[in-house]
């Protein structure tokens, strides 16, 4: 008697700079901060009890760790063995957590779709293809915004801008797989904002001494662009005391900074649409990734197209999984000519 066939099991992964996801299409979705840190000498590994720590505990426990971040500015670091090393770690704990691994052991063959910044779809190619070889069968590489774009059925007369932490990716939709110049690329993201807040908060607090992490906290807790709420106040240590500022200003003005920069991308993309169809892409204009959660984003950018004769942009629907979710309803609809089997 033949052994029973195993089915495929299909996955979206959105790997980001920060965060990264995963949904199958058994039903899992799993989230992890795109940290992997190893215990720097012995006394680190005692207290720690084990070799390697990933994702929001190896944020928290980052003194005692060789703490790396795999995805920086929209590109998978290359420089060494440990940074190679960091996101298979990332892939293996996410695949593990969603239960693909133990699929995968037990014969099903895996087809994996896999989100990243536009940049490292250009750029890091091969190496995307050894991370993930002997974790899936078969492979299909696709910039983040495509993936949310296929998610979210907005492939014709349509933009996607997905603001993460290491990159802004845009992607217009012209009902095709769409080619290098409908997407672009700017740096102006998530961290960008944690680095010029950092800056400000220096400038005016000499002596103040926060983490980049306790600045993102911040930023994710009470960022915002337009007129705040209440103001900000946190007590941090300033020459070694402590003491409560007032960061109302300096978080409105690192914020803001995205504004400008991401509006003038979008106008020129817009305008590089065939004229018959730019307003049914202003009027398709969707903000994704964990920045564009900002309140009063989405507003300030539609207020943008004012200029060009007015449009529509609106929040994606649970922007943490619309990457992931995206990559697998493509991964579910993919023909077989479209797939890259990798090696064992």
């Known amino acids: 008697m033949s052994a029973e066939k195993k089915e495929d099991i299909f996955v979206g992964i959105d790997l980001g700079t920060y965060r990264s996801a995963i949904s199958t299409s058994e039903g899992e979705k799993k989230t992890v901060e795109s940290f992997v840190g190893w215990p720097v000498d012995m006394v680190a590994r005692k207290v720690l009890k ?3 720590l ?4 190896a944020i928290d426990n980052r003194s005692m760790l060789e703490i790396h971040r795999p ?3 929209g590109l998978l670091k290359e420089g060494s063995e440990k940074d190679q090393l960091a996101v298979r770690q990332l892939i293996a704990h996410l695949v593990k957590e969603a239960n693909v691994e133990k699929a995968h052991k ?3 063959s895996v087809r994996a779709v896999v989100g990243v910044p536009a940049e490292a779809l250009r750029v890091n190619r091969q190496h995307l293809r050894e991370a993930m070889r002997g974790f899936v069968d078969n492979l299909i590489i696709v910039s983040e915004p495509f993936a949310v774009a296929y ?3 907005a492939l014709l007369h349509a933009m996607v801008i997905d603001v993460g932490a290491g990159t802004t990716d845009f992607c217009v939709m012209n009902g095709r797989y769409p080619t290098e110049d409908d997407q672009r690329t700017l740096l102006n993201a998530g961290d960008w904002v944690d680095e010029q807040l950092h800056k400000l ?3 005016k607090h000499p002596g103040i001494k926060v983490s980049v992490h306790t600045v993102r906290s ?3 807790s009470w960022g915002f662009i337009g007129t705040p709420k209440k103001q900000i106040k946190v007590n941090v240590p300033i020459g070694g005391r402590p003491t409560e500022i007032d960061i109302t200003e300096e978080v409105k003005a690192a914020c803001e900074g995205l504004v400008a920069p991401i509006a003038e991308t979008m106008q020129d993309l817009i305008a590089a649409v065939e004229s018959e169809y730019q307003e049914k892409v202003r009027q398709n204009i ?4 964990g920045s564009s959660l900002l309140p009063g984003f989405a507003a300030h950018l539609e207020a943008s197209l004012a200029e060009l004769g007015g449009g529509s942009v609106r929040l994606a629907n649970d922007p943490v999984w619309v990457g992931s979710d995206g990559g697998l309803a493509l991964a579910q609809d993919a023909p077989k000519s479209d797939w890259e089997k990798l090696p064992a």
């Open 50 to 52: 084990r070799s390697i």
């Open 286 to 289: 969707i903000l994704a990734g």
């Open 71 to 73: 995805l920086e500015r």
């Open 106 to 108: 037990n014969g099903c």
């Open 151 to 153: 998610g979210l059925d």
């Open 201 to 203: 908060l220096e400038e």
């Open 54 to 57: 990933v994702g929001q505990e």
């Open 218 to 220: 911040w930023k994710e």
